[in-house]
């Protein structure tokens, strides 16, 4: 009988409702490729958008099922040919393949991987990947430095809690919008919160007096023609979740740099404890749904984590706690 591996997977398109876990085949490792014995996997918005099918308008369905799931932390069980830099037994963070991180196995290459550090839970690093990368590059094309000002949409999510400390740490003033539950959150990290909704405006230009340098929309609510307003140029504001940006004249940030490279800069901070991802919640594998339920719902602090360990260690029961 092949070994087997157990996945999360929609076959139509919808809600929360239409994920199940399935059985797969165990993945085998290609060229450049290692296997990852993933212990807990982030949820992301972009995994949302794609089970709603926001990718594939007028299509019920999709060809063949599809798996959901772009970042991981966990242990190399196999490597393919030609990967000589890692082991089977090394602990992991970073991004898979293809999308379907969340699973009790997948592939990842060789070269989007990095060595997970022994202060971190397997939860806490796969909280990191996407958001630390977007984060990173986003403000990077904005060429954010010391002095400017700073507008982040959705500050308390995942990309916009990153984006806020790595901005301060450039010496940047920072605004962000949030919703009043975490406000004395962002305040601790260095930004100035401001509550979105009406009067949303008024409130910023209180806040920033000196006026908006640049903006990083995280939320795609609908912000892009304040932002623009704001800052006087479309080439100034850049959005991870707005599929209108180009009506705006708004530039959509898609590529991903390698992750080794933005880690090299970002995990001293992480280590020594400047950069912290907080976990909004942690679900097992099994109540999947429910985690991108809660995703859905929006208003987080930090991220989402669903962990696939089965039997759960007393590790993963600890951190189980923390649901809400």
Not at 149 to 161: K, M, W
């Amino acid at each position: 009988m092949s070994a087997l591996a157990r996945r999360l997977q929609h076959a139509v398109y919808g809600g929360p409702e239409v994920l199940e876990v399935t059985e797969v085949p165990l993945p085998e490792p290609g060229p450049g490729q290692v296997r990852v014995r993933i212990h807990a996997a982030g949820a992301n918005a972009l995994d949302s958008k794609k089970r709603r099918g926001l990718f594939a308008p007028g299509q019920e369905a999709p060809a063949e099922p599809q798996p959901l799931g772009l970042e991981m932390a966990g242990v190399i069980d196999a490597v393919g040919p030609g990967v000589t830099r890692w082991k089977t037994g090394r602990p992991v963070l970073g991004r898979t393949a293809q999308p379907d991180a969340v699973a009790t196995h997948a592939l990842a290459d060789a070269d989007d991987i990095v060595a997970k550090p022994d202060a971190l839970t397997f939860e806490q690093a796969a909280a990191l990947p996407i958001a630390t990368e977007t984060a990173y590059r986003t403000l990077r094309q904005l060429g954010v430095v010391a002095g400017q000002t700073l507008l982040v949409h959705a500050a308390a999510g995942g990309v916009g809690l990153v984006a806020v400390q790595l901005a301060r740490a450039l010496g940047t003033t920072v605004i962000g919008t949030a919703g009043e539950a975490n406000h004395s959150f962002l305040r601790e990290l260095g930004a100035t919160p401001v509550t979105y909704g009406d009067g949303l405006a008024e409130r910023i230009r209180a806040a920033a007096p000196q006026g908006i340098d640049a903006v990083l929309d995280a939320s795609g609510r609908g912000v892009l023609p304040l932002s623009v307003e704001l800052t006087g140029n479309p080439e100034k504001v850049v959005t991870i979740a707005d599929l209108d940006a180009a009506r705006h004249g708004v530039r959509f940030s898609r590529g991903m740099l390698p992750l080794p490279q933005v880690m090299e800069d970002v995990m001293p901070m992480i280590e020594d404890g400047r950069l912290r991802m907080p976990l909004e919640a942690v679900f097992p594998l099994e109540q999947a749904a429910d985690a991108y339920r809660r995703l859905d719902d929006g208003h987080l602090r930090g991220k989402i984590v669903i962990t696939t360990r089965t039997p759960l260690d007393p590790e993963a029961r600890a951190v189980l706690g923390m649901v809400v």
